[in-house]
């Protein structure tokens, strides 16, 4: 396996320490959250679409580095994007930003901000239907 880039590990250490998305978000349309029972990584995510289709996100969690910052980095590359550009994400958008040798070195914690993510927006969906 390919070793992790210094580059890569400072945005990582960096987004684990002093993420700016690590808080509540005030007056959130919704929140959900899940975990790696096997490990005990948690992640909510909370967001807040605007009039114009933009979302806000943030989140709040505790576990390992890679669960944390990975939803940090996709956090902070999410903010104000249209929810119908966001719905579209996927794997591959997530290994872009966090790289391959992160994402294979532990793939349920890297994606676990990724699998929370889409559950936020189904139950944004649920809710708005009702």
């Known amino acids: 396996m390919d070793r992790i880039d210094q580059d890569k590990l400072e945005l990582f250490l960096e987004h684990f320490e002093s993420s700016p998305y690590r808080k509540k978000l005030d007056n959130y349309d919704v929140e959900v959250e899940g975990g790696?029972?096997?490990?005990?990584?948690?992640?909510?995510?909370?967001?807040?679409?605007?009039?114009?289709?933009?979302?806000?996100?943030?989140?709040?969690?505790?576990?390992?580095?890679?669960?944390?910052?990975?939803?940090?980095?996709?956090?902070?590359?999410?903010?104000?994007?249209?929810?119908?550009?966001?719905?579209?994400?996927?794997?591959d958008f997530l290994i872009n930003l966090i790289g391959r040798e992160v994402y294979t070195l532990r793939p349920n914690c890297a994606s676990l901000g990724l699998n929370v993510l889409k559950a936020v927006i189904k139950k944004y969906y649920r809710i708005k239907n009702k």
Do not use: H, W
């Not at 580095?65 to 994007?81: G, P, V």
């Not at 249209?82 to 794997?91: G, N, R, S, V, W």
């Open 36 to 91: 790696n029972p096997g490990c005990g990584d948690v992640v909510r995510i909370y967001m807040k679409v605007g009039d114009d289709g933009t979302v806000e996100l943030s989140f709040e969690g505790n576990g390992c580095t890679i669960s944390q910052a990975s939803t940090s980095i996709l956090i902070e590359n999410l903010q104000n994007k249209k929810l119908q550009e966001i719905e579209k994400i996927d794997t």
